[in-house]
């Protein structure tokens, strides 16, 4: 069994309820860094009616914290015994510019997510930590010859993927002729256009990129507000993915598809992913719910 089928049957087999585990029991299997970074609130944006986008800036060295693309952090807040595990929205590249990282959370009873909408300023501190293993490696990417990048995404599922798409469009503005991803499809799923999140900045990355990228929105509830053929009032079902599979041609073996969602949307992606002819060993997913 290769390493990347068992990692997905470790995120399979540890998170079954959201409900009846915590965040470091379903993901104690995976790696992370040893050590905690304090860090502290420096913007708070309300990006939708239930998601707040908060920046933060490491008050120790930036040398003892790094990151891939769609890796979480273990976050540890005052006075709040449950440890938080949130995905990073932003890039190792932005980063490294601005010495600030970000983080999109959606409002819940689950106390840290509770604080963090009810409670938390700009100024306060709180500590975090790197883990995961859901990621963009575009050094490993590049040597396995990866040219095709599907992103499913599924409500918030998003925030893992906005940082391992904005990443890439870096690296090809960085230097065009060393990039390698030739094309990138987007399929992102919620239930109306209000819950779109960060809908503007990945449409920015879309008019950057015209001839790479490729985004679809699929709105699962009615919507008057947003007719337009642009959406589809559907999910993302086996059509879709049959003839998404089929545009890619050729190009099965240089392609790598990423999901990240409500684990029976998952689920379902999979197998259709699989009926369609795509190899398990080119689909990469993390369950969080």
């Given at each position: ?144 010859q990866t040219e095709h990048v599907i992103f499913i ?89 049959n003839d998404v599979i089929e545009k890619e041609g ?31 060993e080119r689909i990469l997913f993390e369950k969080w719910?």
């Amino acid at each position: 069994m290769s390493q990347e089928k068992q990692q997905r049957d470790i995120v399979s087999d540890n998170i079954q309820s959201t409900n009846k585990t915590t965040h470091l029991e379903r993901t104690n299997n995976l790696k992370r860094q040893k050590s905690r970074i304090p860090t502290k609130i420096i913007e708070i944006t309300q990006e939708t009616p239930t998601v707040k986008t908060f920046k933060f800036n490491p008050t120790s060295s930036s040398s003892e914290f790094s990151f891939l693309p769609g890796q979480w952090l273990d976050v540890f807040i005052p006075n709040v015994s449950i440890v938080g595990g949130f995905s990073l929205t932003s890039t190792p590249q932005s980063y490294k510019e601005t010495n600030t990282f970000e983080l999109a959370i959606k409002y819940s009873n689950h106390p840290p997510a509770k604080w963090f909408h009810e409670q938390a300023n700009i100024g306060d501190e709180i500590s975090v930590r790197v883990g995961g293993e859901f990621v963009w490696d575009s050094l490993k990417e590049k040597q396995e010859q990866t040219e095709h990048v599907i992103f499913i995404a599924g409500g918030v599922g998003i925030n893992p993927l906005i940082s391992m798409l904005e990443s890439i469009c870096q690296d090809k503005l960085l230097d065009k002729k060393k990039s390698f991803i030739e094309k990138i499809r987007l399929f992102y799923s919620v239930r109306t256009f209000s819950e779109l999140l960060f809908y503007k900045r990945i449409e920015g990355l879309n008019k950057q990129f015209p001839e790479m990228l490729e985004c679809s929105y699929f709105l699962t509830r009615d919507d008057p507000l947003h007719k337009s053929e642009f959406y589809y009032k559907q999910r993302i079902d086996k059509k879709i993915i049959n003839d998404v599979i089929e545009k890619e041609g050729d190009y099965l073996e240089k392609l790598k598809c990423f999901i990240c969602g409500p684990s029976s949307m998952e689920d379902d992606i999979i197998k259709f992913l699989n009926e369609s002819g795509v190899d398990e060993e080119r689909i990469l997913f993390e369950k969080w719910w």
